[in-house]
C-alpha cells in the first residue's frame, strides 16, 4: 500500500472508513457480543457479567481485525451490521430490552 | 495486516512505550519504595502491628473522613500506605512509619507507587487516565495479532539476527523480542485490559443489572458491608484483635484495611487477605461491625467466573510471586518496551528513503523524545527523589514536577537538534543519569550495603552500561542498508 503512486482521496477515505468501522463499529460489536453472552449464560447475574467482559475483551481485537481483512470498506460495515443485528437478536431473544 | 500493525502500532506506540516502562518498574514497587525512603527499615513489620499504628494515626489525623483505605506495611514494603478522603472531597494519601504509624518521621515521596499509578493513570484525571490506559492495552493485544499475522517466518526468523544492517537490524531485535516473550506479551496485554474493565467494558454487567451498579459491587464484594453513617459518634473498637481474627480466618496474610464511617456508630472495618503464593485463587474478605468488633460479614471467593477474573488480574499485578518470578516479569517488561521501541524506531527506518515530511519528522523527534526520554525522565526522578532537601513543602509533588518539567525540556530539545546528535546526546545523558543514581545514594549517606541498595545500584550501572552502547550506536556508521 506504500508505493510510488499517489495516493488518492478516494484511498483515503476508504481508510478511514475502514478506521472507524473498526474503533467505533468494533467497539459496538463487542458491547452488543458482552450484552449477549451476559444474557444468555446460564449463570448467576455477576458470573454471567464476569464471563461476558471476558469474551468480549477478546472479542473486540478480533473484530477489528475483521474490519481490515475485509475485502472493500464496504464490506466490513455489512459484516459488522450483520454481526450486531444477530447479536443484538441473541440478547434481545434472552430477555434484554434496550 | 502488515498495514494495519504499523499504524495501531505507531498510534498507540509511544504511550504503550510509557506504560511498559512503568509497568517494568512497578513490579519492584514496594522495593522501589523501600529504595526511596531510606528512613525506614525494611521490613520486620508485622501487618497486625503496622495496621494498628496506622488506624491510630489516622484516628487522630484525619477523624472526620468517610473512609480510610490501609495497606499495612508487611514482609515486601518497609511502610504501610494509607489514603482517605480529605475535607475538600479529595484523595489524600501518606506513607506511614509502621511501628509509630507518623508520616513524619518518613520523607515525602511517592516512591515505586509513582510509577505503578502512572502506568495506567498516567496522571490524568479521573476517568480519563484509565480509559486511555485500557485502550492502549487493547490496540497493544491488536498489535500483538497482526504483528503474528504478519509476521509469516516466525520460527525462521527466530534464529536469524543481522547486526549493523541498518532497518533489517531493528526488524530482527523487534521480531526477537516479540517471539521470545510472546506468551508474556499476549497475557500482560489481555490481563492490562481485564483490569481496567470496569470502565471500559462494563456493558454486559450494567445491561443485566439495569444500570444499577451498586447492585453490581454488592454481588461482586458480598462481604463488603456499605451502610450509611448514622451521624452518632462512637469509638472503633480495638483494631488489633479484629485483624488478629481477620488473619486467622484467612490463614495468610493481610493486604488491605478498609474503615468505613470511623468514629460513627455504623463504622465496618473490611479486611482483605494477601495474595502470598497462590495466584488470587481465594480472595477472602471478613467485615466487622466497627463499635464491638465481632465479625458481621466474611466471603471466601469460590465462584468460577470470579476465580478466573481473579487469576488473570493476578497474573497481571504478579504479587502473587516470590523473587524470581517477579525478576522474570522485570525481564519480560524490560523486553516488552524495548520490543516497543525498536518497532518505533523501525517505523522511521521503513520509510526513511521515501518521504521525509513534515509527519515523518515529528514521529522521528517523538520518538527521540519517548524512547531516549522517558528513560532519563525516570532517571531524574530517582535523582529528585535523593537530591531535594528532605523538607522541602509538596516534596512529593515536586519530585514528580521535576520529571514532568525534564520531559518537557528533552521533547523540545529533540525537536530542534539535528535527529541523529538528538539521539545520541540524550542516550549519553540517560546514561549518565543511570550511573548518578547509585552514586547520589552514596553521597546522600542513603545508601547501606544491604541487598536492596546493592541491587539498585547494580540495576542502574547495567543500565548505564547499555545506554553508553545504545549512544555508541546511534552516533556510529548510519547503516541505511
Known sequence: MRNARPISARYRLAVLSRSVAAVAGGYGVSVLLAVAVAWTMPLSREEASIVATMIALLGLPIVMMACFYARTAFRAWIGLAIAASLLAGLAFAAGWRP | ?481
Open chain 2, 1 to 481: 495486516m502488515t498495514w494495519l500493525h504499523d499504524w495501531a502500532g505507531l498510534i498507540v506506540g509511544w504511550l504503550l512505550f510509557v506504560i511498559a516502562l512503568a509497568g517494568t518498574l512497578s513490579v519492584f514497587r514496594s522495593e522501589i519504595g523501600n529504595w526511596m525512603r531510606p528512613e525506614a527499615r525494611c521490613c520486620a513489620a508485622d501487618s497486625v502491628t503496622a495496621g494498628s499504628a496506622a488506624v491510630h494515626w489516622l484516628g487522630k489525623h484525619a477523624a472526620t473522613s468517610p473512609a480510610w483505605y490501609i495497606q499495612p506495611a508487611d514482609r515486601r514494603s518497609a511502610t504501610s500506605y494509607a489514603v482517605w478522603t480529605a475535607p475538600g472531597g479529595d484523595f489524600a494519601q501518606k506513607w506511614l512509619d509502621p511501628k509509630t504509624g507518623d508520616p513524619a518521621t518518613v520523607r515525602d515521596t511517592l516512591g515505586g507507587d509513582f510509577f505503578y499509578r502512572l502506568h495506567f493513570e498516567l496522571e490524568l484525571p479521573f476517568p480519563w487516565g484509565r480509559v486511555l490506559a485500557g485502550a492502549a492495552a487493547v490496540a497493544m493485544l491488536l498489535a500483538l495479532i497482526t504483528g503474528i499475522v504478519a509476521h509469516r517466518r516466525f520460527f525462521v526468523d527466530f534464529f536469524t539476527f543481522r547486526a549493523g544492517k541498518g532497518q533489517r537490524s531493528w526488524l530482527d531485535a523487534h521480531n526477537v523480542l516479540a517471539v521470545t516473550a510472546l506468551p508474556f506479551h499476549l497475557m500482560i496485554a489481555f490481563t492490562g485490559a481485564l483490569t481496567l474493565a470496569n470502565l471500559i467494558m462494563p456493558w454486559g454487567a450494567s445491561s443485566l443489572y439495569r444500570g444499577d451498579m451498586a447492585a453490581v459491587w454488592k454481588d461482586l464484594y458480598p462481604a463488603a458491608v456499605d451502610r450509611p453513617a448514622r451521624h452518632v459518634p462512637a469509638p472503633l473498637a480495638p483494631i488489633a484483635p479484629m485483624l488478629g481474627k481477620a488473619k486467622q480466618f484467612f490463614g495468610s496474610d493481610i493486604a488491605q484495611i478498609a474503615i468505613l464511617n470511623p468514629g460513627d456508630a455504623a463504622a465496618v472495618v473490611s479486611v482483605t487477605s494477601g495474595e502470598d503464593q497462590r495466584i488470587g485463587i481465594q480472595r477472602q474478605v471478613i467485615s466487622f461491625d466497627g463499635t464491638t468488633g465481632r465479625p458481621i460479614a466474611a466471603h471466601v471467593e469460590r465462584r468460577p467466573a470470579l476465580r478466573t477474573f481473579n487469576f488473570l488480574y493476578a497474573l497481571h499485578t504478579a504479587r502473587f510471586g516470590e523473587t524470581l518470578t517477579r525478576w522474570l516479569y522485570f525481564v519480560c517488561g524490560l523486553m516488552l518496551t524495548a520490543l516497543i521501541g525498536a518497532g518505533l524506531v523501525l517505523w522511521t527506518e521503513k520509510r526513511r528513503a521515501q518521504r521525509q515530511g513534515l509527519g515523518f519528522a515529528i514521529v522521528e523527534r517523538l520518538n527521540i523524545a519517548i524512547v531516549a526520554g522517558t528513560p532519563l525522565a525516570f532517571a531524574a526522578f530517582f535523582l529528585a527523589n535523593r537530591l531535594l532537601p528532605i523538607d522541602l513543602a509538596q516534596r512529593a509533588a515536586t519530585e514528580v514536577r521535576v520529571m514532568f518539567w525534564l520531559w518537557g525540556a528533552i521533547l523540545i530539545y529533540a525537536a530542534l537538534r539535528p535527529a541523529r546528535r538528538a539521539w545520541r546526546e540524550i542516550l549519553t545523558v540517560t546514561a549518565a543519569a543511570c550511573a548518578a543514581i547509585p552514586l547520589t545514594d552514596l553521597i546522600t549517606r542513603s545508601m547501606r550495603l544491604d541487598r536492596l541498595h546493592l541491587t539498585v545500584a547494580l540495576i542502574a550501572l547495567a543500565l548505564a552500561a547499555g545506554f553508553v552502547f545504545a549512544a555508541r550506536r546511534a552516533g556510529g556508521r548510519r547503516a541505511t542498508a
